[in-house]
């Protein structure tokens, strides 16, 4: 969703590009009450400090630099401001975490002979567990694909869904593989929409239910392996499997980036993106800081030296047992 900001209300100067991404942000941003609680946000505050810092004849450059730093405040991957010569974002989401994946490693367990189909990856491993990896929502996967996916696999004892690395794409995507694991109609989290202007203005929460797939759908256990760069419509996924029946998650921390996005742009053309509508868990826990595995496990330096990756292997244990 989005609009345009009247350009009668807001001039195309340094002042009136500011003030219009600031009450943009201000009266959309659906994450303003869990910040201020985490540490300490004010958005007024921010508009005074990096308000005193335009000119009024800055470089678009120079502007684009103090409104990047201001929505650094949000301290939010799912913010971006986005010009004709770059595109702000904020990455300390990850950045500041242990990575739990290795492109080598994984070669090693897909081996060169693996099938792909719509950019999952799949293979049976020799103790006759599943892998399917999902490196990213982007796109789309049909019915048909995600019924090979599962005939292939079926005679297998358990199977692993590792998103890993995938940040995130389009939530349909999400929804569709979720579908694939359930039998009956089930609701898997919860969101709510923005009713005004107020940093607190919200609808009551909606449910979020899920169909079952109509094709072929997988009845026995699953680990889905996570880790810090496991966000966006990924999170989402990851909200929506861990309480199935049968399911286990297993790695690192997700990332978080559970709001869906709002675009708008300012009167010069830049344009702004944020989250703009809360989703939670079926528990009602706001998964925007990230979902904590049942089994947190890290890859270990000793493991990678033999050439095993710590995650999986501990993710294949589970599944044998």
Request: hydrophobic share 35%; proline share 4%; with cysteine.
């Amino acid at each position: 969703m989005g609009s345009c900001v009247s350009e009668e209300e807001f001039s195309n100067s340094p002042q009136g590009n500011f003030d219009a991404l600031w009450q943009i942000v201000d009266e959309h941003y659906c994450f303003f009450p869990d910040k201020a609680a985490e540490y300490g946000l004010d958005w007024n505050e921010c508009r005074s400090r990096y308000g005193a810092m335009l000119l009024p004849k800055m470089t678009g450059e120079q502007l684009f630099e103090v409104c990047a730093k201001m929505l650094d405040e949000l301290r939010d991957g799912h913010v971006n401001l986005a010009s004709p010569f770059n595109t702000a974002r904020y990455w300390d989401w990850h950045e500041n975490y242990p990575v739990n994946f290795s492109d080598s490693l994984q070669r090693v367990y897909l081996g060169t002979d693996y099938r792909l189909t719509c950019g999952i990856k799949y293979c049976i491993l020799p103790d006759n567990i599943g892998y399917i990896y999902v490196p990213s929502f982007e796109g789309s996967v049909g019915s048909g694909n995600l019924d090979a996916i599962f005939t292939y696999l079926r005679l297998c004892d358990g199977l692993i869904v590792d998103v890993r690395n995938n940040e995130g794409g389009l939530l349909t995507m999400a929804q569709d593989l979720a579908a694939s694991f359930i039998n009956e109609k089930t609701t898997v989290g919860y969101i709510a929409h923005k009713t005004g202007a107020g940093h607190s203005s919200f609808s009551s929460p909606e449910a979020v239910r899920l169909v079952p797939s109509e094709g072929m759908r997988w009845q026995k256990a699953v680990a889905v392996l996570t880790n810090r760069r496991t966000y966006s419509a990924a999170n989402a996924f990851v909200a929506y499997m861990k309480d199935l029946p049968n399911v286990t998650t297993v790695g690192d921390r997700t990332g978080g980036g559970a709001g869906l996005p709002y675009n708008n742009e300012l009167p010069n053309g830049w344009t702004v993106r944020f989250s703009a509508c809360p989703t939670y868990d079926v528990h009602m826990q706001s998964t925007e800081g990230g979902i904590t595995p049942q089994h947190q496990v890290s890859l270990l330096s000793s493991d990678f030296a033999r050439g095993e990756d710590t995650i999986i292997e501990y993710a294949r244990k589970l599944l044998r047992k």
